[in-house]
């Protein structure tokens, strides 16, 4: 094999279309741009969702809702999950040592999750259920809220 036979394969270079070279190459005179308006011109760039002036559809139609960015900052834990601690004092910074909320959760909402819990909880400065409220009273646990 020398250098000078060495040649790509015949479909793998497509040769570009030259335009504007005479009426028998096909694309003569407009270069397959059609006649006259907006995109038969150089420069053309015409916008996304651009209708000729018309009011566009993304404009037209009515917009709702919102995004809410407190969402981020507030988490739900079932009390089925802190089963597995008992005579703890359970707030927010134990929540995120433990791993059952992400570091930057605020407010933290303990919520029934239909077991009976029997371990004795206490729940420091966090909020909860009437249900929840219940049980954790019940089986002998307290609930300190600072207000």
Do not use: W
Not at 124 to 140: A, Q
């Amino acid at each position: 094999m020398y250098l000078n036979t060495l040649s790509p394969n015949s479909k793998s270079h497509k040769k570009s279309k030259r335009v504007g070279r005479g009426i028998g190459s096909g694309f003569g005179k407009t270069s397959g741009r059609g006649h006259k308006g907006q995109k038969s011109r150089s420069g053309c760039k015409i916008r996304r969702g651009f209708e000729g002036g018309q009011m566009p559809l993304y404009r037209r139609i009515p917009k709702f809702g919102f995004v809410s960015l407190k969402k981020e900052k507030v988490a739900e834990v079932r009390l089925e999950d802190l089963k597995n601690f008992s005579n703890c004092i359970i707030n927010l910074q134990f929540l995120k040592k433990t791993g059952l909320i992400k570091k930057n959760i605020k407010y933290v909402k303990i919520i029934s999750s239909g077991s009976i819990i029997t371990n004795i909880l206490i729940i420091r400065n966090l909020f909860v259920s009437k249900s929840v409220r219940n049980i954790i009273e019940s089986s002998g646990g307290k609930i300190e809220e600072n207000n």
